[in-house]
Nanobody, 119 residues
């Protein structure tokens, strides 16, 4: 069983930066893609970013491209999301997820971490 635990969320002013983390335990995540999703109040969960194992290619939603950076440290079983130039519309619960079959079927999910951007 894989357990994903997000951390690092909080309150930040618009224009500020925040880095959130996702630590995995159980089966290592070193050989499959990981991703970040978010869900704002009253909205559906949406894709934010994805990172592959090797090479560590990345993909981003248009809404965060150029502002957010996803990265991973396989030795630490951790994936990160660095968020810069934050906007109030980035306010959401952020979830990390694992795609062990590399079919965009995310089988592993964390409990989420709240990110709030004040204007």
């Amino acid at each position: 069983q894989v357990r994903l635990v997000e951390s690092g969320g909080g309150l930040v002013q618009a224009g500020g930066s925040l880095t959130i983390s996702c630590a995995a335990s159980g089966r290592t995540f070193g050989n499959y893609p990981m991703a970040w999703f978010r869900q704002a109040p009253g909205k559906e969960r949406e894709f934010v970013a994805r990172i592959y194992w090797y090479p560590a290619n990345t993909a981003y939603a248009d809404s965060v491209k150029g502002r957010f950076t996803i990265s991973r440290d396989n030795a630490k079983n951790t994936v990160y999301l660095q968020m810069n130039s934050l906007k109030p519309e980035d306010t959401a619960v952020y979830y990390c997820a694992g795609d062990p079959t590399e079919t965009y079927n995310y089988e592993y999910w964390g409990q989420g971490t709240q990110v709030t951007v004040s204007s």
